[in-house]
């Protein structure tokens, strides 16, 4: 299918009926997402070495924000299709009919270019290619390819969720270090098991998308199993920031705290495996996920963060 042609009857309503105001293109750039984006950049920049001035870090922050609601918007304008057959997502502004998917398209491509530009004249060359290729690997890798092709999309696609650090480090020193390479990996490992203890929950709405998410391909045992075994993998690389130096004491509680839980609840994921408790067990997963990578970010965030304050006086 070309790309002019895909989408083109997604909406179910006439071209030119569409009811979109700002509300409706705000949801097309994924704000729960960017906001994940926004955190783990901002950490990225503040455990760099070598700070910016505030006004430069706010640009750029604002730039990588722009550029993951891009990447959400182009993500939203080819999955429509999709969208439109799963619960989870068929009020989306395409598939309701609030936004034509040609419009949908041009915006994301707009706010793609001006924030790669911005961050190119806000920071360095470097972040800027690295917030392109991000971009570039979510909606052509992931998106258009890696999704609907093979039950490794979340595994594979996590790349372009965990770059945001390694952008920020950038911003700071205009190179990629080990240190932001952990951060990196911090989040590639945590992809799989957050998402697939969604999956697990809506296997019927993937399996009426035709998305091979790995439930639906290898099972739900089998999926239990990998997302225990990435977990246990997690919990100890999200301590090893402590140890490189990266986070001091409130990473580390926080890091071991949160590592405990994510295992106790991949371990009750992995033992429930029937009936309403093993959804119930599930999604307590997802959602304590969301907060385990938010609260270790945060200490990052929080410990780096008043140094620059003192830095500068703010």
Do not use: C
């Not at 068929?90 to 961050?119: M, N, Y």
């Not at 990629?176 to 697939?196: E, G, M």
């Not at 009750?268 to 307590?284: H, L, P, Y």
């Amino acid at each position: 299918m070309s790309i002019a042609s895909h989408n083109e009857s997604v909406s179910p309503i006439g071209v030119g009926d569409y009811a979109a105001g700002p509300a409706e293109y705000f949801a097309l750039l994924k704000p729960r997402v960017m906001s994940l984006v926004i955190w783990t950049a901002l950490a990225g920049l503040l455990v760099a070495p070598t700070h910016v001035h505030p006004v430069i870090a706010v640009a750029s922050i604002l730039a990588i924000a722009v550029g993951a609601g891009a990447a959400g918007a182009l993500n939203m304008w080819w999955d429509a299709d999709i969208d439109a057959l799963m619960a989870r997502t068929r009020l989306r502004p395409i598939p309701a009919g609030l936004i034509d998917p040609r419009e949908a398209l041009f915006f994301g491509l707009t706010l793609s270019f001006l924030a790669v530009l911005t961050l190119a004249a806000a920071a360095n060359l470097l972040a800027a290619a690295l917030l392109a290729f991000t971009i570039f690997f979510y909606v052509a890798i992931y998106t258009m390819w890696l999704k609907r092709s093979t039950p490794q999309n979340i595994v594979i696609g996590g790349a372009a969720g965990a770059l945001p650090p390694v952008v920020g480090y950038a911003v700071a020193t205009g190179s990629v270090t080990l240190d932001s390479l952990i951060l990196f990996a911090i989040i590639f490992v945590w992809t799989p098991p957050h998402f697939w203890a969604l999956a697990l929950v809506k296997s019927g709405d993937y399996a009426r998308a035709g998305i091979p998410m790995m439930p639906n391909v290898k099972g739900a045992d089998r999926t239990r199993l990998e997302i225990l075994i990435y977990t246990l993998v997690l919990v100890p690389l999200g301590i090893l920031p402590w140890r490189m130096g990266i986070g001091g004491d409130l990473y580390a509680a926080v890091a071991i705290a949160a590592g405990a839980g994510m295992a106790f609840m991949a371990m009750r994921v992995f033992r429930i495996r029937e009936g309403s408790r093993a959804s119930k067990a599930a999604m307590q997963l997802f959602a304590f996920s969301i907060l385990y990578l938010f609260l270790l970010f945060s200490a990052l965030v929080v410990e780096h963060g008043f140094g620059l304050i003192e830095r500068f006086g703010l």
